[in-house]
């Protein structure tokens, strides 16, 4: 290990594609710095790394910019929600009620 260096992994993920990076990065080094020198702007041009959310092993990070990252950190860039989960659990809960309706009604 070198003085001063952490290894941290960065993911980011689509439907389709995903991409996973081992970094060397200086002790000390934030959560979003870290996300910015990954270089996956470039693989990736649609996602805004300076304001995009993170989370570190699943857990979501309130600020990014505080969050000092340690050795074996797995920093993971999530992506915007298309749909608010709970209004789909909503309209799959209605749907599912009107289809149980129209079994009884038959």
Do not use: H, T
């Not at 996602?47 to 920093?75: H, M, N, Q, S, Y």
């Amino acid at each position: 290990m070198v003085e001063g260096v952490i290894w941290v992994e960065v993911v980011y993920a689509l439907a389709g594609r995903q991409e996973l990076m081992r970094l060397a990065l200086p002790r000390g080094i934030n959560a979003r710095e870290a996300v910015l020198r990954s270089g996956l702007d470039a693989k990736f041009p649609d996602v805004d790394l300076a304001g995009c959310p993170l989370g570190i092993f699943g857990k979501a990070l309130p600020r990014p910019e505080e969050r000092l990252l340690e050795e074996g950190d797995r920093l993971e860039i999530y992506r915007p929600l298309i749909a608010d989960p709970k209004e789909v659990r909503k309209q799959r809960a209605a749907k599912a009620a009107q289809v149980r309706a129209g079994e009884r009604d038959a």
